[in-house]
Each structure stands twice: as structure tokens, then as C-alpha cells.
T-cell receptor, first 113, second 113 residues
Framework: DAKTTQPPSMDCAEGRAANLPCNHSTISGNEYVYWYRQIHSQGPQYIIHGLKNNETNEMASLIITEDRKSSTLILPHATLRDTAVYYCIVRVAREAAGNKLTFGGGTRVLVKP | KAGVTQTPRYLIKTRGQQVTLSCSPISGHRSVSWYQQTPGQGLQFLFEYFSETQRNKGNFPGRFSGRQFSNSRSEMNVSTLELGDSALYLC????????????FGPGTRLTVT
């Protein structure tokens, strides 16, 4: 079974880039990597997703290694409002059995002034 | 436009009872997914409905069931409640499908005593 691991916590200085790693060493060909974040007392919020290529949107960048065994979410200029728990999720498409989701335990990011 | 709404927001039930939670997706979204969140197990996927059909299912016992109506509103039912079912139950809707830019509701906090 796929396994997704994340560091439990990290601090980041306001205005600096925050690099959040995710290890998904059992990933294979057709698995997407998704990132969501959850600010205290709210539902999770979509950030970005990717399959093989690096992706960028207005919120963040996603860097996926060539072997796809790990990825890094980059928040280019962290603000205090980026303080949240960040989840890395791998979605596996299975032919007959539908999609399987494997959740990382989440990284609690604290952005400090 | 209005976000995802969940009712009720808080619920207290007794072991052995059954409970029904409701979710109204964003207008136009046909995909509705349900998740369970607990401090011990983190985020876990329950199931996804799309156009009234269950399309994906997580690894939960048959006591957990759901349905989706023609207006895309969804309900989740848990029968024979156990203490371990105490959790935040999150509903998410999407235009595109499971995990793809899903918008989450605030959740229903279920406490089983």
C-alpha cells in the first residue's frame, strides 16, 4: 500500500519561502499528488496538485522529483495567514476499484513575524 | 456564490444510536465527498458521490453509508454508533471530481457518549 509521510511541524519566517516536503516512496505511474491546508477550525483548502511535472499557481509551487518518490510544496513568500496544517495526499486510480487516497499526517506550519 | 454547508454543526449521540449528516454542495458541483477527521487517525476518506452514484469508497465498515440526491445534496449515515466514531465529519464538493479543487464545508462535530 502507498505510504505518505510528512514532518510533523516546521517554523518559517514571515516573508521567506516555506518548503514543505512529502515522501511518497511507494508511488507508481498513475498517482497524483495533492496538497491541501487546514487553518484552525476551518475545512481544508485546496492548494495545488501534480502528476509528474512541476506545477505553479497563485498560491504555491509543487516540485516533484524525477523518480516521483517525493515532492515539495513551496510557499514563495509566507505570511502570517499561511499558518496552518498542510496535508500531502496521494490519489491512486485503480481500474476496477475506484480511487484510493493516502493521506500524510500533515505538517503544522507556524509562520513567525 | 454560497459555499458548502453542513448541518448540523454539532451533534451528541449515544452508543448504539444512528445519525444522519447533511451536506449541500456549491451550486453546480456534482461531486460530493465525505471525510472523517480525528486526532488519532487524522484525515480519512469515506466516499465520493457523483450524479447520485457512489464512485469511490474508502476503507470504512458498512455502518457508514451515504447517498446523493438529484439536486446533488448528500447525506451520510452512521448506524450503531461506537465511541470511536466521535470525529469531525467533513463534506467537500467539486466540479471536477475527487480531490480536484474540492471546496470543504466547516464540518459536523459528532460526539458519541
Amino acid at each position: 500500500d502507498a505510504k505518505t509521510t510528512q514532518p510533523p511541524s516546521m517554523d518559517c519566517a514571515e516573508g521567506r519561502a516555506a518548503n514543505l516536503p512529502c515522501n511518497h516512496s511507494t508511488i507508481s505511474g498513475n498517482e497524483y499528488v495533492y496538497w491541501y491546508r487546514q487553518i484552525h477550525s476551518q475545512g481544508p483548502q485546496y492548494i495545488i496538485h501534480g502528476l509528474k511535472n512541476n506545477e505553479t499557481n497563485e498560491m504555491a509551487s509543487l516540485i516533484i522529483t524525477e523518480d516521483r518518490k517525493s515532492s515539495t510544496l513551496i510557499l514563495p513568500h509566507a505570511t502570517l495567514r499561511d499558518t496552518a496544517v498542510y496535508y500531502c495526499i496521494v490519489r491512486v486510480a485503480r481500474e476496477a476499484a475506484g480511487n484510493k487516497l493516502t493521506f500524510g499526517g500533515g505538517t503544522r506550519v507556524l509562520v513567525k513575524p | 456564490k454560497a459555499g458548502v454547508t453542513q448541518t448540523p454543526r454539532y451533534l451528541i449521540k449515544t452508543r448504539g444510536q444512528q445519525v444522519t449528516l447533511s451536506c449541500s454542495p456549491i451550486s453546480g458541483h456534482r461531486s460530493v465527498s465525505w471525510y472523517q477527521q480525528t486526532p488519532g487517525q487524522g484525515l480519512q476518506f469515506l466516499f465520493e458521490y457523483f450524479s447520485e452514484t457512489q464512485r469511490n469508497k474508502g476503507n470504512f465498515p458498512g455502518r457508514f453509508s451515504g447517498r446523493q440526491f438529484s439536486n446533488s445534496r448528500s447525506e451520510m449515515n452512521v448506524s450503531t454508533l461506537e465511541l470511536g466514531d466521535s470525529a469531525l465529519y467533513l463534506c467537500a464538493s467539486s466540479l471536477q471530481g475527487l480531490l480536484r479543487e474540492q471546496y470543504f464545508g466547516p464540518g459536523t462535530r459528532l460526539t458519541v457518549t
